[in-house]
């Protein structure tokens, strides 16, 4: 009896073992990157998408965009979609990668923060060097992790950033830590029924983290970029509702996605059963380019 006990947890250790063998495996494939660089003693990789309409004579718009905690560059670029719209109109788009396992930015206030920093802007650098990247049309957005680190770009490397894009975003940056040299337009988008990043703020069911709630977070963020308090409504879209704050230095759009998920609205496939709804009566990706291309550095 014995033995046979034995035998069966051999087994279900080889096959346990072998399911997280499988899994790495598939993370590895899926996880494929095309560019490196060794930025602040790391190597660092990316996923860069060029159009084949790029003419290196003319000065390029570049999209960063973030992936989430616990996601990767290629998962990143099917939920955003960005490609299809770069191969319309132009513009190089790069998904960079977090580090350590899960996948993942200091982006809440770490005291290591700044490796990352300096790797997106080392990652500016490079492609910059590499294709003649528009310096006045430099353009960062993310997903919940990468959103929050797209807000910390935002307060560190604002001579640079033109304009930022945040989805479902974990913003848990003190803003004492934020001390932009400009404010930047932001265009910010969460949904009301978000179980990660919970709109009305506190511990969600993953992380016991207080996050903030978000309209009281967005109001700051309009407060810092010199908006008066009382924005206009923007009409409805389907289950999406929108303010636009007034008298910017910086302008700011706010959008609530009724009953929306942590998820990437018009974007590509989450779980439901882990991420919530994904709305379909918009798509935050042709939105935020949209205010992308209004907002251009030294406009």
């Not at 965009?65 to 513009?91: C, K, M, V, Y």
């Not at 790797?119 to 492609?127: G, N, V």
């Not at 919530?276 to 380019?289: L, Q, S, V």
């Amino acid at each position: 009896m014995g033995r046979t006990v034995l035998r069966v947890a051999a087994i279900v250790v080889g096959v346990v073992a072998g399911l997280v063998l499988v899994a790495a495996v598939g993370w590895r494939l899926a996880n494929r990157t095309n560019g490196t660089i060794v930025s602040a003693g790391e190597r660092r990789a990316y996923l860069l998408h060029v159009p084949d309409s790029y003419d290196p004579s003319v000065p390029t718009p570049l999209v960063i965009t973030i992936h989430g905690f616990a996601q990767w560059p290629a998962h990143q670029e099917g939920l955003s979609r960005w490609n299809d719209l770069a191969d319309r109109d132009g513009f190089l788009v790069v998904y960079p990668s977090g580090t350590r396992f899960p996948l993942r930015w200091r982006a809440n206030g770490d005291v290591d923060a700044g490796q990352d920093i300096t790797f997106l802007a080392d990652l500016i650098d490079s492609l910059s060097r590499e294709y003649t990247i528009d310096p006045a049309r430099i353009y960062v957005n993310g997903l919940s992790n990468g959103a929050g680190m797209s807000f910390v770009l935002s307060c560190t490397l604002s001579e640079r950033i033109a304009a930022i894009g945040l989805v479902g975003g974990a913003y848990l940056c003190p803003w004492e830590e934020c001390a932009p040299e400009r404010p930047v337009p932001a265009i910010v988008f969460h949904g009301t029924d978000d179980p990660v990043v919970p709109y009305a703020g506190g511990a969600s069911g993953p992380f016991a983290i207080p996050f903030p709630a978000i309209s009281e977070w967005v109001a700051t963020l309009a407060a810092h970029n010199g908006c008066e308090e009382d924005p206009d409504v923007i009409p409805p879209t389907g289950d999406v509702g929108g303010v636009r704050y007034r008298g910017c230095a910086a302008d700011v759009l706010y959008y609530t996605v009724d009953g929306g998920g942590h998820t990437w609205p018009g974007g590509g496939y989450l779980p439901r059963w882990l991420a919530g709804h994904t709305n379909r009566d918009i798509d935050a990706t042709a939105m935020m380019w949209e205010f992308f291309q209004k907002h251009p550095l030294h406009e």
